[in-house]
């Protein structure tokens, strides 16, 4: 097990009725509170109501930024700057899902400093200083925002996707009930399971290939994954399979599966550049990604592909070579996706097969993986993909 | 997945020469160090002096409180409590393994009170108010004491020993280097990793027994322990092997295993008398114990024998009942406890059976289990482990 540094000091409330802990937590910060939330959702579904009455109670003065949209763009994030700056927040309290917890981190980075966020933090990746406390209520299993410190932000006019980590931007707190997932449209649920098996792979397959124990548990949240996205589906209203994917998706990248791992995430920098010219959902974008990606990269590590199959896919060994039980784990994962219903092809979401170069180009290739990819790969994997 | 709340801020810092973080965070500390350590076996491998002289370099003013015990002992506690209170000790500072660890958790709880730490905290359980940060330098892979609130301190004088949890007492930083652990004797690495695996027996083995991610990570944890203890005794400076103890010995007991399980804790109850009357080392009290509870228990939770001998020990269930599958899996961690060289009878570690009654009187049976167990079932327990 390789050199590590680990630390996620976020407090997770985990359950029906989570939110009965959320006044202990605004008691631990100061006055104005920033409501943070998406689309309207929340206020269809009444929980809108139910946070206001509790910051109410708890004396609270609440300011709100809402309509942050799934890939959230810089003008959104200067919006929620400017009201943190204004009225002096004392804590941005994040209502939703990843896209609004990573809009939130932005804002949080960036209210805390007269520089431009998205120069400062994103694109020239400076130390955060000092952020905005942050809360979250969490309404859709996906990123794994909420217990990380990472963030993603899209700057729409130059089609730019990109990435922030600092250790100022782990929430303070999180409260994930699963019982708020009852409700998301079916395609949520789907692009929210493949985006935390997404998470998974990307920390599974890279260096080193040692016995490890962050391979051990990659896979148990690999497994537990694939044991309820169907029951999910089929009931709505499952407690016990809800819940687990909440916490899977929250497992699968709060870092502990990652400890000693190089980690590759160059499947998630190609889906970014999809999702940066093409607005696509990004669950979407991993699923059409990811199998195309394995297949071209397996041969640098066929040993590790091998395992998958066997450990997650039972493919049966026997008189295959280990280039066949790697595709056949490798097509498992596709047909696997396909069959809950996510689309495993560019055509299917509308990018045609022209633009692929363009998109390429874009790409913002990271070295974790098991070796550097150029961007005449990404070419070869997304024609693969068309 | 059922309801619970997480929370650890310790920040770990593993692998080779992960010494090399102890300036950056001495320097989030006020000048006055206690330097706690056990028997002196730091100073013979030279660690004592790496850390003196960091310290030193730091401008620290260095205190100390060495002899630590294994169970560590009351007196022990007052003697470091002294301390801190008459030098405004800043930061507590334990180099060594689970013992040292937990002896320096009640310094830092004693120290900020005028109270009594072990009736105020130990047996009354009474809210920890503020504690003197520590931080930990691990030399021992067993406890998990290293990332979490624990800790188990023994009034000899009553054969009591007693456990305290607080969120106070996570340590503020450990520093996990598997190469200390190449030195040790064999039968600290076989204790320890038995106390590894009966950490996560007692989360596993409990309700719910729902599919829930906890059971798959832990599952992942008891597969690699089982992976990796004969590869560290037959080659102590097996760094792959070596590290995946260290690192699955905190997994055990960090709570990311424990996540929505109500957790059982009567066998190390068990164990604490014992180990209160005989002062044997734990992981061998834990390696008597465990088989004997279990089959004991059983018949309460025979589902989740049979998954744990399937897929941990490969029993093939083919043409048995589930009883005998559950014993095959049962008799397989005694067998493999007695391989790796663990005791697993009373009377290989000097406990007469005469003594038994007088034993189980002393346990603190804790309500976490499938059914709350009695004195007189620790007595049958007990009876079988001659």
Redesign the interface.
């Known amino acids: 097990?390789?050199?590590?540094?680990?630390?996620?000091?976020?407090?997770?409330?985990?359950?029906?009725?989570?939110i009965d802990?959320l006044a202990t937590e605004l008691g631990k910060f100061g006055n104005n509170i920033l409501l943070a939330y998406g689309g309207g959702s929340i206020i269809k579904g009444g929980l809108y109501d139910i946070v206001k009455a509790i910051c109410g109670r708890c004396g609270k003065t609440v300011y709100e930024v809402s309509g942050i949209m799934p890939n959230p763009r810089t003008e959104k994030v200067y919006e929620g700057i400017e009201i943190c700056k204004k009225h002096d927040v004392d804590l941005i309290l994040a209502v939703g899902g990843g896209s609004v917890i990573d809009c939130v981190k932005a804002m949080a980075a960036g209210a805390k400093t007269d520089k431009d966020f998205w120069q400062t933090f994103y694109r020239n990746k400076e130390k955060c200083e000092a952020a905005t406390p942050i809360g979250v209520i969490l309404t859709l299993p996906a990123t794994g925002s909420e217990m990380n410190s990472g963030s993603v932000v899209t700057k729409w006019d130059e089609n730019l996707k990109t990435d922030y980590t600092d250790d100022c931007l782990y929430p303070h707190f999180s409260i994930l009930d699963?019982t708020y997932t009852y409700t998301l449209p079916a395609n949520q649920i789907i692009y929210g399971a493949v985006d935390t098996l997404a998470h998974a792979f990307e920390q599974y397959f890279s260096a080193p290939d040692?016995?490890?124990?962050s391979d051990?548990?990659a896979?148990?949240?690999i497994?537990?994954v694939i044991?309820?996205v169907e029951k999910a589906l089929a009931c709505p209203t499952d407690y016990?399979?809800r819940?687990?994917l909440?916490?899977?998706s929250t497992?699968a990248l709060n870092r502990?599966i990652g400890?000693?791992k190089r980690q590759d995430w160059n499947s998630h920098m190609i889906e970014h550049a999809l999702s940066g010219f093409y607005d696509i959902p990004h669950g979407a974008g991993l699923a059409i990604v990811f199998p195309n990606w394995m297949r071209y990269v397996r041969h640098l590590c066929l040993g590790r592909f091998v395992r998958f199959a066997e450990r997650i896919w039972g493919v049966n060994p026997k008189g295959k070579t280990d280039d066949e039980i790697a595709l056949e784990g490798i097509q498992a994962v596709q047909d696997y996706f396909r069959s809950i219903g996510a689309p495993t092809t560019l055509t299917e979401v509308g990018i045609p097969a022209e633009r692929i170069e363009e998109i390429a180009a874009k790409v913002e290739l990271t070295e974790g993986g098991y070796q550097p990819l150029t961007q005449k790969d990404v070419v070869e994997i997304l024609k693969a993909a068309v």
Chains 1, 2 share one sequence.
Do not use: H
Request: aromatic content about 16%; proline content about 7%; overall charge negative.
């Open positions: 097990m390789q050199k590590f540094t680990f630390y996620n000091p976020t407090r997770i409330y985990f359950g029906k009725n989570a802990n699963p040692d016995d490890n124990p051990y548990l896979e148990a949240v497994l537990n044991s309820n016990e399979a819940s687990n909440m916490w899977d497992m502990v400890c000693g």
